[in-house]
T-cell receptor, first 116, second 114 residues
Framework: ETGVTQTPRHLVMGMTNKKSLKCEQHLGHNAMYWYKQSAKKPLELMFVYNFKEQTENNSVPSRFSPECPNSSHLFLHLHTLQPEDSALYLC???????????????FGEGSWLTVV | EDKVVQSPLSLVVHEGDTVTLNCSYEVTNFRSLLWYKQEKKAPTFLFMLTSSGIEKKSGRLSSILDKKELFSILNITATQTGDSAVYLCAVEAGSGGSNYKLTFGKGTLLTVNP
């Protein structure tokens, strides 16, 4: 139990579906992240939110739409995905983005997404 | 572009062996290097290293950073089957504020056979 909870753990969706991934952290952190983990590739940062404001969009296609209503919750809305989007999507949080914080990121267990 | 390279990509050993995992990096404005263990679920934090030459130790695991040669190693002694996992190296870099960035390597898949 890392203090970061993701739901659903597994999701299978068609290319025309709309679904959402949810992340909740109970650590009192202010920064939250979405990462994509594909087979045999490094973890890829998708989005960063700090105090509910998006600070980074790592050239992610618009079919992925993040939402951060407060510092404890982060969503990833999915629409018209492609089979190559199938991957493990990891949510993470950290105290904040301050340069001297020696940030340590805590990960959720991930949502396994399969696009058919 | 920041780069983190781990080697080997995979490793198979027998219980009781000692292993050394490598992580080299090229980043701008290095802040820290982190090691994670991932066993088919959330990566779990192992170590954070910020200073050269100071070994961090936790049980049978230890790690050290060389900021001059830009690498870190993770040692596991007397390996057990429960050590089987992907070990991820990540480097935190940036000039602060929204420029903070964490770059991951591809990971090393360690398999420990009984």
């Amino acid at each position: 139990e890392t203090g970061v909870t993701q739901t659903p753990r597994h999701l299978v969706m068609g290319m025309t579906n709309k679904k959402s991934l949810k992340c909740e952290q109970h650590l009192g952190h202010n920064a939250m992240y979405w990462y994509k983990q594909s087979a045999k590739k490094p973890l890829e940062l998708m989005f960063v939110y700090n105090f509910k404001e998006q600070t980074e969009n790592n050239s992610v296609p618009s079919r992925f739409s993040p939402e951060c209503p407060n510092s404890s919750h982060l969503f990833l809305h999915l629409h018209t995905l492609q089979p190559e989007d199938s991957a493990l999507y990891l949510c993470a949080s950290s105290q904040d983005l301050r340069r001297y914080s020696g940030n340590t990121i805590y990960f959720g267990e991930g949502s396994w997404l399969t696009v058919v | 572009e920041d780069k983190v390279v781990q080697s080997p990509l995979s490793l198979v050993v027998h219980e009781g062996d000692t292993v050394t995992l490598n992580c080299s990096y090229e980043v701008t404005n290095f802040r820290s290097l982190l090691w994670y263990k991932q066993e088919k679920k959330a990566p779990t934090f192992l170590f954070m290293l910020t200073s050269s030459g100071i070994e961090k130790k936790s049980g049978r695991l230890s790690s050290i950073l060389d900021k001059k040669e830009l690498f870190s190693i993770l040692n596991i002694t007397a390996t057990q089957t429960g050590d089987s996992a992907v070990y991820l190296c990540a480097v935190e870099a940036g000039s602060g504020g929204s420029n903070y960035k964490l770059t991951f390597g591809k990971g090393t898949l360690l398999t420990v056979n009984p």
